[in-house]
Nanobody, 125 residues
Framework: QVQLVESGGGLVQAGGSLRLSCAAS????????MGWFRQAPGKEREFVAG????????SYADPVKGRFTISRDNPKNTVYLQMNSLKPEDTAVYYC??????????????????WGQGTQVTVSS
């Protein structure tokens, strides 16, 4: 069972930036796609961004396109989410997740089999 540990969340004003990190345990990190999801109070968990095993393919939810960037550093077993031009509606707990084996990039939560504990992002207006 891989362990995923997110960091980098916090309180930021609207228009600001944050970079989230997710460190994975184990030696097979580069074998799996990774994703970021978020869940706001009273709402369902939603897809934010996904990245393929090599990092060559990325995908984004429409609300974050052009503002967020997902990347990964395989030798460091880490995936990142750079968040710029943050809005109050981006406030949520952000989770990183590991894709199931052979999934290249997916926006579907069921195609991820390991999840971090989440990190809170709060954007004030």
């Amino acid at each position: 069972q891989v362990q995923l540990v997110e960091s980098g969340g916090g309180l930021v004003q609207a228009g600001g930036s944050l970079r989230l990190s997710c460190a994975a345990s184990g030696r097979t990190f580069s074998t799996y796609s990774m994703g970021w999801f978020r869940q706001a109070p009273g709402k369902e968990r939603e897809f934010v961004a996904g990245i393929s095993q090599s990092g060559g393919m990325t995908s984004y939810a429409d609300p974050v396109k052009g503002r967020f960037t997902i990347s990964r550093d395989n030798p460091k077993n880490t995936v990142y989410l750079q968040m710029n031009s943050l809005k109050p509606e981006d406030t949520a707990v952000y989770y990183c997740a590991r894709g199931r084996l052979y999934v290249v990039s997916s926006s579907v939560a069921d195609e991820y089999d390991n999840w971090g504990q989440g990190t809170q992002v709060t954007v004030s207006s």
